[in-house]
């Protein structure tokens, strides 16, 4: 059932005519999910490898209605340098129901030790408003007649700087600000274009010890610059631990475990220090990868970001 709250924020927003809407969720785990925020990513681990990922996320939880995200991906590489990918997002919060499904292509130039990979997103974006479904307070108000339902074309771009040990990563996922409307009433949400920089660098403490600093900016619209500052720690290449801090929002813990060389599962715990901790302390993800090895000769080799 739609909460009270849902349908007064529905109300505003048509009563306003317009609002922001379609913004890309955020994620703690997002190194484990990178390719989701930027197609150079795509064939990473080489030929003959498929990469699978899907990640859960419950944001607020407790909340009815609050946001739930999930993602789906799978990428691999053509050859030594050209990679391709599909991936799938559903944001759902409230009455608005959102899916992008996006293909990616990534061409890599090799320079020794070190790599730069340039990759493009191309897919389009599924955007739903349920009004039918709202408890509203005049049931027969024209405006709550009808859902409103539109279907955009987006493009994104990055690139992906990295070595054994460290990755630089900047992307925009989604270059095109949509408009979504609706042609019955005065209707209108529009996509906001989204910057992401982030990096890691992995430091070999000793044989089964390693410690993992991750970051990462992003910056929406006219919301404020976001920062998530990580650090991870690797026992035996099968067990890590992180803490995370995403400034003036959370503080975080994340534990994944490698059950075997080709499967990693994980999760995260988010605790909120801003002022949405009154209404929900914490929010809580999942996530699964896997490495596909279309054939036995293939080594796995080692990936840590």
């Not at 899907?54 to 789906?72: C, E, H, M, S, V």
């Not at 099968?238 to 990693?264: P, T, V, Y």
Request: net charge neutral; glycine share 8%.
């Amino acid at each position: 059932m739609k909460k009270l709250i849902f349908s007064i924020i529905g109300l505003f927003f048509l009563s306003v005519g317009s609002i922001q809407a379609q913004q890309l969720p955020h994620y703690t785990q997002y190194m484990y999910n990178m390719n989701i925020i930027n197609p150079a990513y795509a064939g990473l681990n080489g030929p003959e490898v498929v990469s699978i990922g899907t990640l859960y996320r419950n944001q607020w939880a407790g909340q009815a209605d609050a946001p739930k995200t999930i993602t789906a991906n799978a990428h691999t590489a053509l050859n030594d340098n050209n990679g391709i990918g599909l991936s799938f997002i559903n944001d759902k919060y409230g009455a608005v129901n959102q899916n992008a499904i996006t293909a990616d292509y990534s061409h890599t130039l090799h320079f020794g030790k070190t790599n730069l990979a340039f990759g493009l997103k191309a897919g389009v974006n599924l955007f739903k408003l349920g009004l039918q479904d709202l408890v509203v307070v005049h049931p027969g108000d024209p405006l709550f007649q009808n859902d409103v339902s539109d279907t955009q074309f987006n493009v994104g771009a990055g690139v992906f700087y990295y070595a054994d040990n460290y990755y630089i990563s900047l992307s925009v996922p989604n270059f095109l600000k949509n408009k979504y409307s609706s042609s019955s009433y005065q209707y209108e949400s529009s996509d906001e274009m989204h910057i992401f920089l982030a990096g890691g660098y992995v430091f070999n403490i000793g044989e089964n010890f390693k410690l993992k600093p991750h970051f990462l900016l992003f910056k929406g619209g006219a919301a404020p610059l976001q920062a998530d500052i990580n650090l991870n720690m690797l026992f035996a290449n099968r067990l890590e631990l992180g803490i995370s801090n995403r400034l003036h929002d959370a503080i975080s813990g994340m534990i994944n475990l490698r059950l075997f060389d080709a499967l990693k599962i994980g999760y995260a715990y988010d605790r909120h220090v801003s002022d949405i901790r009154f209404y929900s302390p914490s929010s809580h993800e999942f996530f699964l990868n896997y490495d596909w090895r279309l054939t036995k000769k293939v080594m796995l080799s080692p990936r840590y970001f």
